[in-house]
Every structure is written in structure tokens, then in C-alpha cells.
């Protein structure tokens, strides 16, 4: 992990901290809620829920649009939790070629460094 | 494992792998000089690849397919850039129509640059892809390489649940 993946779950991770905001991420992820909506949903001033919602949207889990007076709040995982994932997926496979390369190269070698496709070399292990 | 460092940039959506491999650069170039070998270690086990076109060199062009379990082809080519043997090389990996391997436009390309130093008898490789955009590395995940990116929602999904 680099600076950048670490600063990210940090803010994750405190924006997942909160039973509130965790309730806000299921509702916004689950579909468009105005930010009206989602105050009125909760036992506390709409300044709070906006407060809430703006932490959830500073760690990237959420996106606010604009419609005429209306914020409107969608649960946005997919755009920042999958760069780090599909990185992680991409990685996988390079790992996998790494280990193939390195199962190659222990193999004895032909004097020409060569093989061809009909005589395939033994599989280690 | 020869792995030694990996980075994940995500606003550059670059990944760096560096591996550290017991051969001397000449021979890890090798395996990426000859066709045979380089099938081997290109596809994961699941979906093999086959190149039928191998030309590294500048401006040469790699064509090759993979195969899914189900027996399905995934067409792509490299676009070789640079070539500095054994130190070396650049190319660009997109994906191909058919067999015939026409360039499908509308798929991303990335972007690789691949370095090998020798360093104790061995050869470290600093292996460097980086694709356009987020859809762009999607779409080449997405390709039949390895499953979804969509577990991670459902992770969180449960997390947040939890």
C-alpha cells in the first residue's frame, strides 16, 4: 500500500465509523435519496445529516448532485472503492505471470534457449 | 516470491510490480523473445494464450488469443515501442476484433513499460502498466481475465450492514 491507498482508508474508515453515516451509505448506495429525505429520516437537526452526508461524500463514498433546491445523494463505491480493487485485481494477475516466469527460468534449458509448441515442456510440481 | 515491491497509484491508475528473478536479464528476455515461452507465462492457467504473430522489435506488432474454459477467444495484440535488449522494452496491449486481429477501436489500450537491471547476478524487473481511465481498466478486467470488480460493493454492502 502506498500513501495515497492508506489516506483513502483512513477516510473510509472514519466515514464508516459512524452508525449514522453507516445507515446513510446503505440508503444512498441502495439508490438517489435527496438530502431533505434522508434528514428526515433520523432523530436529529437536517445540519447534522448534512454534516454526516458531507463526510461521507469527502471520503468518496458518495456523490452529490444538484436538482433545483434539492441536494441529491448517491452512494458512489463503485467509482472509488473499485479503482483500488480492480489495482488489486490487475495486481493479481501480474503476480501470476511473475510466479509463471519464475517456474520457467528454474527449468533446464535447451542449449538454444528455444522450445517449440509440440514438445511441451514438464509442468513443475 | 520474486516480488518484492508492489504500487498502486490510483489517480494514475498505474499499478508497479517489482520482482527480483535468479537469471541474468538475457534469459528473462528470452522468455519474452520467444513466442513458446512467452505464452506460457502470458495467460493465467484459466485462459492460456497463443501468439500467432511475434515480431519484438520497434514497431513490431504481437498477436495472440486466449482461451476460456468454455472455449471462447479473446483477441489481442501488443504494439511494440521501444527495444533495448536485454534492458527492456515499451509497448502498448489493447484488444483485437477477431482473428484476423484488427485493433477494436471502442476497448482500451495500456500502456507498459517493462525495465530489467541486473543486479547480483540476478535481474531485477520493474514491470509498469497504466490505462487511460477507470472504465478503461474495468473493461480490461472485465475481459474474461479474472471475475468482477462487484465483489468489493458487496463487501462494503456487508460492512455496512454489519
Known amino acids: 500500500m502506498d500513501g495515497t491507498d492508506e489516506d483513502r482508508a483512513d477516510a473510509w474508515f472514519h466515514a464508516l465509523s459512524d452508525r449514522t453515516r453507516r445507515d446513510i451509505l446503505r440508503r444512498v448506495l441502495a439508490g438517489e435519496h435527496s438530502v431533505s429525505t434522508l434528514a428526515a429520516s433520523y432523530d436529529m437537526s437536517f445540519a447534522a445529516v448534512q454534516k454526516h452526508v458531507a463526510v461521507l461524500e469527502k471520503a468518496g463514498l458518495l456523490t452529490k448532485r444538484r436538482q433545483g433546491r434539492e441536494a441529491l445523494a448517491s452512494g458512489d463505491v463503485a467509482a472509488v472503492r473499485s479503482m483500488a480493487e480492480m489495482l488489486t485485481e490487475l495486481e493479481s494477475l501480474w503476480r501470476g505471470r511473475i510466479s509463471r516466469i519464475d517456474e520457467l527460468i528454474a527449468l533446464p534449458q535447451p542449449d538454444t534457449g528455444r522450445t517449440t509448441a509440440t514438445t511441451p515442456l514438464p509442468d513443475k510440481d | ?162
Open chain 2, 1 to 162: 516470491m520474486p516480488v518484492t515491491n508492489v504500487s498502486h497509484d490510483l489517480d494514475a491508475r498505474t499499478l508497479t510490480i517489482v520482482a527480483d528473478f535468479a537469471c541474468p536479464p538475457k534469459r528473462l528476455w528470452e522468455v519474452y523473445a520467444d513466442p513458446r515461452q512467452l505464452e506460457r507465462v502470458w495467460g493465467p492457467p484459466t485462459h492460456p494464450a497463443t501468439f500467432v504473430d511475434h515480431d519484438l522489435s520497434p514497431g513490431g506488432r504481437m498477436n495472440y488469443y486466449m482461451t476460456s474454459p468454455e472455449g471462447e477467444k479473446y483477441y489481442g495484440y501488443w504494439e511494440v515501442d521501444s527495444v533495448d535488449e536485454p534492458n527492456g522494452f515499451t509497448f502498448d496491449d489493447g484488444f483485437a476484433l477477431d482473428e484476423a486481429f484488427t485493433k477494436n477501436p471502442d476497448l482500451p489500450v495500456g500502456k507498459n513499460v517493462f525495465s530489467f537491471t541486473e543486479r547480483d547476478g540476478g535481474t531485477r524487473a520493474t514491470f509498469v502498466s497504466t490505462y487511460p481511465t477507470a472504465e478503461a481498466l474495468q473493461t480490461v478486467l472485465d475481459m474474461g481475465v479474472v471475475e468482477g470488480a462487484s465483489s468489493a460493493i458487496n463487501q462494503i454492502d456487508d460492512l455496512v450492514a454489519a
